[in-house]
């Protein structure tokens, strides 16, 4: 007896739709597509760049799906692949001359408010009770302004919960060099939110 | 756990990857420095704050991807993928049972490569004779060494009408090899090679040679040109005084109710009872010219000796069908063999040349000439000693050297059709 399709693996998902079953790819979909969006949103700063990643990602799932070996992990292949694809957008942008990371975010059609304000209404009555407006802000506003490189391990690790080693071979260097990035990104919010480590300290 | 250490183990710390001994002397040291301690805080307290909400996508994105999903599929479909195949087939063929199987089958496979098999046009042959060489040893003492080879449809008749001879069954070497009927026919060194010292080590020095009808040509190629010098049978041919062996026998696939009976006769014949051979092979020679040529060697090896054998190598000859095939190149053979020992020379000489063609009997029938051209200048000399000192200026020449040293044609082959 088959387990049915919401307990099993990503891998075995992507096995089924190698063999033709859709409903498969659109499990891993309804999986991954949140947690996709939110790394590309935290990296590109557009929502709707980030959406169009997260598509264009899948389509590339579906089809490089023949060269998918069950002893890779799904995780590990689509992460890859929207990386680059936000890499490539970045590098886009960067040729137009927009704007940079550190300065207030541009939607696709030019300039506009932050990530945190264009985020803030989907969860601001969550954040207004935990942290606060200004809180929010910051935090947003540090992981921001984190080097990429900093900045792709922070969320991969934080929002996506990848272990590290499966970061290393995302983005393609060792393991021990994640875990400095890691600890470079932890350290420079530490510096950005000081002021706010007491309250983080009563949150404990 | 010194604070060096822990350095290098505090992400592993913060993140929860370390092992439970690890961690648990991680946060003992964390626990007592006064640096380690206020640093592992620091960074947890960091990780507690720094959490960034979940933002959700729009309700229509999944939508948006499904639908461009299918659009990809459309261009490949995900079923029809050769990538997809390939995979499949990869991950098939890395099973350990399928790299067993695979294995076995090389082993198989090689093993074939080392047994003599059939050619295409032997196998496609039905009614394709069996050839067998039988060659005793010189001492008479080991047994003659055959081999068979032959068609599967053959093969069941084959033993019986050999006389006893163990024949091989159609085994999967020799479906391999009529399968590959190249190794056969284009590489005769090799096969004749394999055949040739399989046959020394069967019979113990004495030769063996089995012909195919499309391998035949290659395989008595070989033997006369390298192995033959060295082998019984050159002696036995040279040599007028060792009882001739049976040489070669062409075996149709119809004779097997008659298999018996030959066997019958070529126990006679190897017993020495000559006539009562001879009156055997004759009650089978009405339908296997086999049986004639046994016939005629038994005339000749008993009472009745060359001037009774010669007519029936003639016969035998004369049967349709027969010229050109070893049963015929043996009947001429040894029929220029008689001629020549009853002083038909001119007779025996025309048959011997005729043979100079056939690779098989090339180096048999050169030796037969070069025999005769000797003895013919012993006879002219002679005749000289004889001659009155009269006539000295008359110096006759034993055979002209053209004669002497008949071109041989190594190149030519057997008449495979009418084998």
Partial sequence: MTAPLPEISDEALMIRYQRGERVALTLLVRRHQTPLFNFALRQLGAPQQAEDVVQEAFVRVVQKAGEFKHEARFTTWVYTITRNLCIDQLRKRALRRHASLD?????DEGEGPTLGEQTEDSRASVEREATGNELRDRIAKAVETLPDDQREVFLMREMSNLPFKEIAEIVGVPENTVKSRMRYALERLQQALGEYEEHARALR | MDCAKFESTLIDELYGELDDVTSAAARQHAAGCATCGPLLGGLKATR???????????????DRILAAARSAEKVVPIQ??????????????????VAMAALFLVMVGSGALFLRGQSKDEASSAAAPVAVAIQPSPAASA????????????AA????????????????????????????????????GYGTSTGHGRAGGGGLNADTPAAGAPAAHYKSDSARARSAEAARDLSSSTPPPPAALAAPAASAAAAPAFEGAMALYRAGQYGDA????????????????????????????????????DAVLSRPGVPGTVTGYDATLEGGRCLQAQGSTDAARTRF???????????RAQAELDALSRAQ????????????AAQPTVAPQASPPAQRQAPAKPKASFNQNSL
């Fill in chain 1, 103 to 107: 300065a207030p975010r541009s939607s």
């Fill in chain 2, 278 to 313: 001879a009156r055997a092979f004759d009650g089978l020679a009405a339908n296997d010219a086999r049986a004639a040529l046994m016939a005629a060697r038994s005339v000749r090896d008993g009472n009745g000796g060359c001037a009774a054998a010669v007519p029936r190598f």
């Fill in chain 2, 143 to 154: 047994p003659p060494a055959v081999a068979v080879l032959a068609p599967p449809a053959t």
């Fill in chain 2, 48 to 62: 507690q704050l720094a959490v960034l909400p979940m933002v959700s996508p729009s309700a229509d994105l999944e």
């Fill in chain 2, 353 to 363: 040349q005729s043979l100079l063609s056939v690779p098989a009997y090339t180096s």
């Fill in chain 2, 377 to 388: 200048g012993q006879v002219a000399a002679r005749r000289d000693e004889k001659a009155p």
């Fill in chain 2, 157 to 192: 008749a084959a033993p019986g009408s050999i006389g006893g001879a163990a024949a091989q069954p159609p085994t999967e070497a020799a479906r391999v090899n009529k399968d590959d009927g190249t190794l056969a026919q284009n590489d005769p060194g090799d096969n004749a």
């Fill in chain 2, 80 to 97: 029809g993928r050769p990538s997809r195949a390939f995979s499949w087939a990869t991950s098939v063929a890395m099973r350990p049972q």
